[in-house]
């Protein structure tokens, strides 16, 4: 059964992979680009939000990061960083985002004199703010920041230290991010082995410009405890003369050691890394079973949300609430918060919001509810 737009909107939803400086309101940086005098390509916000879709949509990951420029440019001073922070989680809640770890790039925010640790906390206070209105406006929500190092650069050891030094005021894991190929992951095992000595969590965004060995660094070289996309893990898949799939050694490690794929099925169509949702591989590593989660990558890229997402998803491979569900527990056994807070949050927020869900179905009579444990195995 094909969930309504309405049931999507209420359903309780997990995200693990939001840009902060990708999901800026088109009227906010119309609004800060004022203030700072920084040129944009429109200046009427829905042509601007026109804009970004159309320029992301390239077909190339370089290309898709250029439009970046525009929202890191209006994200340089606290007040304009905890502006943003404050609307993501306004945002994300309203779209029935129950939890979301939010990731951005200290570095990129340092050119009008901030420091890092002045960054982080602008951001902080704006999530902690967001989440005050949220739970005011009825649709609670808990925000977790990664902090993301910049794969061209060089200062990912700086980046995982205050990873460390903010790991008890919201900050749960670190990243890297940008151009994936030229950049392999190796480049940054200094921050890596730093961050699993302190025995702190962080995934690495890989598998999406770049293919197999990009992964195989990020899993074993470096450690990571996710794939940020990962959906080039299909690279290992073959078809089997009996019709079956046969996995390649990497794609049977990631399925057995249940790596969690992060995957953003809208941005990968944007850069190339999937030619379209029909032909996105989220389909077959859900039927193969792998730890899939559910993304945005950059909503304002997009022109998404993780009710779009879910909407497509539903079009293209005909998934239904309890699949939803999955998803939503998937992403959670999968988070950075410790494991009684996720556990919290799959028992008290995400069953009893799907079986409310059902139950109303069931009232009005629209339509039968799937027999019952035709999803226990999962
Ligand atoms: O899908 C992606 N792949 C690689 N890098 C990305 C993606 N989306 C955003 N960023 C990069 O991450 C930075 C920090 O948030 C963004 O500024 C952008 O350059
Ligand atoms: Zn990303």
Redesign the pocket.
């Known amino acids: 059964m094909a969930p309504t737009w309405e049931e999507i909107r209420a359903a309780p939803k997990v995200i693990l992979h939001d ?4 999901g800026l309101r088109p009227s906010t940086v119309v609004d800060l680009a004022s203030r700072v005098g920084h040129e944009l390509p429109a200046s009427d916000p829905e042509e601007l939000g026109r804009w970004f879709v159309e320029a992301a949509d390239s077909g190339s ?1 370089e290309r ?2 250029e439009t ?1 420029q525009h ?2 440019a209006v994200m340089q001073t606290s007040e304009a960083l905890t502006r943003v922070a404050a609307e993501c989680a306004e945002d994300l809640a309203a779209d029935g985002v129950v939890y979301a770890e939010v ?3 200290p570095e ?1 925010h340092l050119d009008a004199g901030l420091t890092l640790d002045e960054v982080v906390r602008a951001v902080e206070a704006g999530f902690r703010e967001g989440e005050r209105r949220a739970a005011e406006a009825g649709r609670p929500i808990r925000v977790a920041t990664l902090l ?1 190092a ?1 794969r061209h650069a060089a200062r990912s050891r700086e980046i995982a230290e205050l990873v460390v030094r903010y790991r008890d005021t919201g900050v749960v894991g670190f990243d890297i ?4 190929a030229g950049f392999p992951p190796t480049r940054h095992l200094d921050a890596f082995e730093y961050l699993r000595r302190e025995n702190a969590h962080f995934t690495i ?1 890989a598998g ?2 770049f293919g197999l060995p990009s992964i195989w660094e990020a899993l074993q070289w470096c450690g990571a405890d996710r794939l ?2 990962g959906v080039r893990i299909v690279d290992d898949l073959a078809a089997s003369e009996d019709g079956n799939v046969k996995l390649g050694r990497l794609a049977a490690y990631v399925r057995d050691k249940r790596i969690p794929l992060e995957l ?1 099925p809208s ?1 990968n169509v944007q ?1 190339g890394a999937a030619p379209s949702i029909e032909e996105h591989p989220f389909g077959l590593l859900t039927r193969l079973r792998y730890r899939v989660t559910v993304n945005t ?2 909503r304002l890229m997009s022109n998404t949300s993780m009710s779009r997402e879910l909407a497509l998803l539903s079009e293209t491979f005909g998934y239904d609430l309890d699949d939803y569900q999955w998803f939503a527990v998937n992403a959670l056994k999968s988070a950075f918060i410790p494991f009684d807070e996720r556990l919290a949050l799959i028992n008290d927020v995400v069953k009893p919001g799907y079986a409310a869900l059902k139950a109303q179905r069931t009232l009005i009579g629209l339509r039968p509810v799937a027999a019952p444990g035709a999803s226990s195995a999962r």
Do not use: I, K, P, W
């Open positions: 840009h902060l400086d990708g990951l898709y990061l970046f929202t890191v990731r951005y790039a990129q993301t910049m991010a940008g151009a994936e965004h999406e410009a940020g996309h953003c941005s850069t990558d950059n």
